[in-house]
């Protein structure tokens, strides 16, 4: 059974470009969550997708967008990718019934230039 | 902003000590649940304690929660070098999300 994989694993992109970053959840989970990882900090929610609709969003600005597709896997794009956007990304996946028990991927590793 | 706070921010301890470490927050809660990161990768979840719970094992893992003070403790017993990793606690209340804290850094020494 397939957890949640996520890719690509390092990025590396320049100030004022546009990246995209993929999540797969785990095999029976329907709800995927992305998060902010700074260095030395912990996480730091985004947003939540269900049904293909964002149903909850953290303290980020409208640079930071995300769909979610009808086989449940995700995006997350950041426009405009600031020195401060360099972090590693997490993509966690969870259930509708049991969304407190989030289930993490390996993450992204995001370096602007 | 972070919902949470581990104390102490690092920990270093000889293997098969203990290792206990804290974690308060600030607002009403369902859960808090602990996950370890090793080199900052992925987060493995490791125990998950409902607000109306006080203590909760899980192997050489403790946890106990004390709503009125707004804080929780974990214990790892007999630790390994496979225990060295950061350790964070998570808290959800009635929204979606997961409200981590800054982690604390655990290194266990041979």
């Known amino acids: 059974d397939a957890g949640v994989t996520q890719s690509p694993t390092h990025l590396i992109k320049t100030r004022g470009q546009q990246v995209t970053l993929r999540c797969s959840p785990k095999?029976?989970?329907?709800?995927v969550s992305w998060y902010q990882q700074a260095l030395g900090q912990g996480p730091q929610f985004i947003f939540q997708y269900y049904e293909e609709e964002e149903r909850q969003r953290g303290n980020f600005p409208d640079r930071f967008s995300g769909h979610q597709f009808p086989n449940y896997s995700s995006e997350l794009n950041v426009n405009a990718l600031l020195l401060g956007d360099s972090a590693l990304y997490l993509c966690?996946?969870?259930?509708?019934?049991?969304?407190?028990?989030?289930?993490f991927g390996p993450g992204t590793r995001l370096t602007v230039l | 902003s972070q919902q949470g706070e581990e104390d102490p921010q690092a920990l270093s301890i000889q293997e098969g000590e203990n290792a206990t470490m804290n974690c308060s927050y600030k607002?009403?809660?369902?859960?808090l649940q602990w996950y370890r990161q090793n080199s900052g990768r992925g987060l493995v979840h490791l125990i998950l304690i409902r607000s109306n719970e006080r203590e909760k094992h899980s192997g050489r893992l403790r946890v106990t929660l004390d709503t009125s003070k707004k804080s929780s403790s974990l214990l790892i017993t007999a630790s390994r070098a496979a225990d060295t990793a950061s350790y964070f606690c998570a808290t959800d209340g009635n929204d979606y999300k997961l409200s981590f804290g800054a982690g604390t850094t655990v290194t266990v020494r041979a």
């Open positions: 966690a996946s969870s259930s509708l019934e049991r969304t407190d028990t989030q289930y």
């Open positions: 095999s029976g989970h329907d709800t």
């Open positions: 607002t009403s809660i369902n859960n």
